[in-house]
């Protein structure tokens, strides 16, 4: 079975400075990777996506992701944060032979000093 | 536009009632979904569907019922044997392709439901 780990519950950073967001997945295949962002009482949003070919993935909002097989790794990076990013982060994992399921992890609170 | 809607957005149920949430989507995907997300929680699967008059349980099915009617439709009820209902309820859709083309899901608004 698939599942997701997202070590840090919240993290608090300050305006402009860099945020990364841990996720380690464990599933037996290639898995399809995600990253989604929810702002309060709202659905979520895909941020980026991983399938397959380059390990480096950008997304919207100027997020980027790196797959790193080895280490069962998906981590979520952005060089310079904005108010505007204060958010749970939710990373997922997916696969065809799950038929297509989404796992998801416990997500990440983030919040933004000023 | 395309999109996913989810209504009501809140919703207020007496204890013993049922209440049916609803899910409609116009993108034209074969898979929907239902997930139940809890204070400080990720999301749980309840139920999906990947193609109409056709469903599974996820991790979390008892208590609820589901039907798939039309593509565009996925209705969630609640019963009165879901123990503990109060939470957000979401609802997802994604095509369902071939193996190898990863299917992102989208997800509607959500709605908020409230056992008084």
């Known amino acids: 079975a698939q599942s997701v780990t997202q070590p840090d519950i919240h993290i608090t950073v300050s305006e402009g400075a860099s945020l990364e967001l841990r996720c380690n997945y464990s599933?037996?295949?290639?898995?399809?990777l995600f990253w989604y962002v929810q702002s309060p009482g709202q659905g979520l949003q895909l941020l980026l996506k991983?399938?397959?070919?380059?390990?480096l993935v950008q997304g919207i909002k100027g997020f980027e992701a790196e797959f790193k097989r080895s280490q069962s790794s998906f981590n979520l990076r952005k060089p310079s944060v904005h108010w505007s990013d204060a958010a749970e982060y939710f990373c997922?994992?997916?696969?065809?032979?799950?038929?297509?399921?989404?796992?998801f992890g416990g997500g990440t609170r983030v919040l933004v000093k000023p | 536009d395309g999109g996913i809607t989810q209504s009501p957005k809140y919703l207020f149920r007496k204890e013993g009632q049922n209440v049916t949430l609803s899910c409609e989507q116009n993108?034209?995907?074969?898979?929907m979904y239902w997930y139940r997300q809890d204070p400080g929680q990720g999301l749980r699967l309840i139920y999906y569907?990947?193609?109409?008059?056709?469903?599974q349980k996820g991790d979390i099915a008892e208590g609820y019922s589901v039907s798939r009617e039309k593509k565009e439709s996925f209705p969630l009820t609640v019963t009165s044997a879901q123990k503990n209902p109060t939470a957000f309820y979401l609802c997802?859709?994604?095509?369902?392709?071939?193996?190898?083309?990863?299917?992102?899901?989208?997800f509607g608004p959500g709605t908020r439901l409230t056992v008084l």
């Open positions: 997802a859709s994604s095509r369902f392709g071939t193996s190898g083309s990863g299917n992102e899901q989208f």
């Open positions: 599933y037996g295949a290639t898995p399809y």
């Open positions: 991983y399938f397959s070919g380059d390990t």
């Open positions: 997922a994992v997916g696969a065809w032979a799950a038929g297509n399921k989404l796992t």
């Open positions: 993108l034209n995907h074969d898979a």
């Open positions: 569907s990947q193609i109409v008059n056709d469903f």
